[in-house]
């Protein structure tokens, strides 16, 4: 089913809204299948050292803090948030192209920083428009969102099984695939135009007139969810290679990784069922605890199957807390700046994750695996962050906020 069972879904989406947004977070995160987790084989095959890996995969991470703020409010302030999307993905898909001819370092940062600059605002606005569809006519944000995270295994499982045939040779080729596919399914995006600002009493702020994404509780939870994000930098970054060191064959690397999206896909298909009585924040608090477990053990396990059950709790790490801050999204930000309140978010993720990447090809040359308990420390300031935000907002302890 496409709408949540117990919403009243009014006439007027756009038709095929569901699937075409659906397909709008397929194909960027087929992309993000093979960039994120099989970019840093290419590199290594390429001759970079540890340190040049890090700085290479903290680029996108960098550059987001640029590029998403201004994509984002842009998106807003256009006729339809399709057309930035459409520039977006074409623009992404002309540097793929370009990538191919670099081979060292240099080359490899500008036309990289290129891409990553105008991809950045992509998978937000995707957010939105589906916020947006949740928010006019009842759609399942997990349902739908869902079908992204079904698209990132297939593209992980593919890239697995590439780089037991082909090592890094396949990543650029793969990239450009996905691109062109990210730019046909932009030019299809549903086009819902611009909501005029409406007074919204739920959303703290917006009438009285000053900035809802400053208040301090706000501020806390975006950056306590945005740390725990940034914590998984290192992960990213080498757990590919700390994985091939151990031993570990391509194909399983890929069932490590595809664990992950597979435990994150049921967390959002049963979210619209079985968490909607679970308050936003409390969903937020519970991932970030996880995430302390999850690094603090990483280097006490050793085998496949113990690194598959770790993986497994991406379902935390990740997906609750994403829920969570988009619920707490869709309650505090209206539609009319629904792109810009992604964009804010993400500029905190990125904050967060270009710091933990840049520093992780450091942190992996000094440490090795035992630099996860930097992470660790992380995701807990992460909680602390989010348990500041619950305390300032005193109707939390006698209503459930």
């Known amino acids: 089913m496409l709408h949540s069972p117990n919403s009243l879904v009014p006439p007027g989406p756009p038709a095929f809204f569901a699937w075409r947004v659906a397909l709008l977070f397929c194909a960027p995160l087929m992309v993000n299948g093979i960039s994120l987790l099989y970019l840093p084989a290419l590199?290594?095959?390429?001759?970079?050292?540890?340190?040049?890996?890090?700085?290479?995969?903290s680029l996108p991470f960098l550059l987001r803090m640029i590029g998403m703020p201004i994509g984002t409010a842009l998106a807003d302030r256009v006729s339809d948030r399709a057309i930035v999307l459409i520039w977006s993905a074409a623009v992404s898909l002309a540097t793929a192209l370009v990538l191919f001819f670099a081979r060292s370092f240099w080359p490899l940062v500008l036309f990289y920083s290129v891409q990553s600059l105008f991809y950045a605002p992509f998978v937000p606005i995707v957010e939105s428009l589906l916020v947006s569809g949740v928010r006019r006519w009842g759609f399942d944000y997990g349902f739908l969102r869902m079908w992204g995270s079904i698209a990132f295994v297939v593209s992980t499982l593919l890239g697995g099984v590439l780089l037991e045939f082909y090592g890094g040779a396949m990543v650029l080729p793969?990239?450009?695939?996905?691109?062109?596919?990210?730019?046909l399914v932009a030019i299809a995006?549903?086009?819902?135009?611009?909501?005029?600002?409406?007074?919204?009493?739920?959303?703290?702020?917006?009438?009285?007139g000053d900035n809802p994404f400053w208040r301090l509780d706000f501020l806390l939870v975006i950056s306590g969810a945005a740390l725990v994000q940034g914590s998984h930098g290192l992960l990213f970054g080498f757990a590919t290679i700390y994985w091939t060191a151990q031993g570990i064959s391509g194909v399983e690397i890929s069932f490590l990784w595809t664990s992950a999206v597979i435990a994150e896909i049921v967390l959002f298909f049963i979210?619209?069922?079985?968490?909607?009585?679970?308050?936003?924040?409390?969903?937020?608090?519970?991932?970030?605890?996880?995430?302390?477990?999850?690094?603090?053990?990483?280097?006490?396990?050793?085998?496949?199957?113990?690194?598959?059950?770790?993986?497994?709790?991406?379902?935390?790490t990740f997906a609750i807390i994403h829920v969570g801050i988009q619920r707490f999204l869709m309650e505090?930000?209206?539609?009319?700046?629904?792109?810009?309140?992604?964009?804010?978010?993400?500029?905190?993720?990125?904050?967060?994750?270009?710091?933990?990447?840049?520093?992780?090809?450091?942190?992996?040359?000094?440490?090795?695996?035992?630099?996860?308990?930097?992470?660790?420390?992380?995701?807990?300031?992460?909680?602390?962050?989010?348990?500041?935000?619950?305390?300032?907002?005193?109707?939390?302890?006698?209503?459930?906020g």
Do not use: N
């Not at 793969?174 to 596919?181: I, K, N, R, S, V």
């Not at 069922?273 to 603090?296: D, N, T």
């Open 174 to 183: 793969a990239m450009a695939g996905f691109f062109a596919l990210t730019t």
């Open 332 to 400: 505090r930000i209206g539609d009319e700046r629904g792109a810009s309140a992604q964009g804010f978010y993400q500029f905190f993720v990125s904050v967060f994750t270009v710091a933990t990447s840049w520093a992780s090809g450091f942190i992996f040359q000094a440490y090795g695996v035992q630099g996860f308990y930097i992470m660790a420390i992380i995701a807990a300031a992460g909680v602390a962050c989010v348990v500041a935000a619950m305390l300032l907002q005193p109707q939390s302890a006698r209503s459930g």
């Open 271 to 316: 979210s619209g069922r079985y968490l909607a009585r679970f308050q936003q924040l409390h969903l937020v608090l519970a991932g970030c605890l996880v995430s302390v477990v999850r690094w603090g053990l990483f280097p006490h396990v050793d085998s496949f199957w113990s690194y598959l059950a770790l993986q497994a709790t991406h379902a935390f």
């Open 189 to 208: 995006a549903p086009r819902l135009g611009r909501e005029k600002p409406r007074e919204r009493l739920g959303a703290l702020g917006d009438v009285r």
């Open 43 to 57: 590199l290594r095959d390429l001759g970079m050292t540890d340190v040049e890996i890090g700085i290479i995969v």
